[in-house]
C-alpha cells in the first residue's frame, strides 16, 4: 500500500509559480513512475506530467516548457514546479504512483492517488 500526501497548492497571480510537493510511504516509491494530473471544474481528470523510476519525462503539450517534474527518491517525494502559471491552470492536482516503471501517461496506469490540493491563477 502507497499513501500519498500533496502539498504546496495555492493562490497565486498569472505568471507567478509554484511548487507542489508529494511525499509517498511505502517502501515502493523508487521503483514505481510517478506522476501529477489535475482536474478542473467540470472537466475530466487530465495528465499534467510523469516520471519514470530511471528519470525519463513527460508532460502534456499545455505545460511543456513550463513545468518541471522531478523526483528524490531519498525523501520518496516528487515535485512538480510550475512557472508562468496561467489561470487555466487553475484546478485540484494529484499526485499518482503507477507500478509500472516506464513512463505511462494515462490515469489506469496509476495505482495510487492523492487527496489533491488546489492551484487557483488568478488574472
Known amino acids: 500500500q502507497v499513501q500519498l500526501v500533496e502539498s504546496g497548492g495555492g493562490l497565486v497571480q498569472a505568471g507567478e509559480s509554484l511548487r507542489l510537493s508529494c511525499k509517498a510511504s511505502?517502501?515502493?516509491?523508487?521503483?514505481?513512475?510517478m506522476g501529477w494530473f489535475r482536474q478542473a471544474p467540470g472537466k475530466e481528470r487530465e495528465f499534467v506530467a510523469a516520471?519514470?523510476?530511471?528519470?525519463?519525462?513527460s508532460y502534456a503539450d499545455s505545460v511543456k516548457g513550463r513545468f518541471t517534474i522531478s523526483r528524490d527518491n531519498a525523501r520518496n517525494t516528487v515535485y512538480l514546479q510550475m512557472n508562468k502559471l496561467k489561470p487555466e491552470d487553475t484546478a485540484v492536482y494529484y499526485c499518482?504512483?503507477?507500478?509500472?516503471?516506464?513512463?505511462?501517461?494515462?490515469?489506469?496506469?496509476?495505482?495510487?492517488w492523492g487527496q489533491g490540493t488546489q492551484v487557483t491563477v488568478s488574472s
Open positions: 499518482a504512483a503507477s507500478s509500472i516503471r516506464t513512463i505511462v501517461t494515462t490515469r489506469e496506469a496509476f495505482n495510487y
Open positions: 511505502g517502501r515502493t516509491f523508487s521503483s514505481s513512475t
Open positions: 516520471v519514470s523510476t530511471r528519470g525519463a519525462d
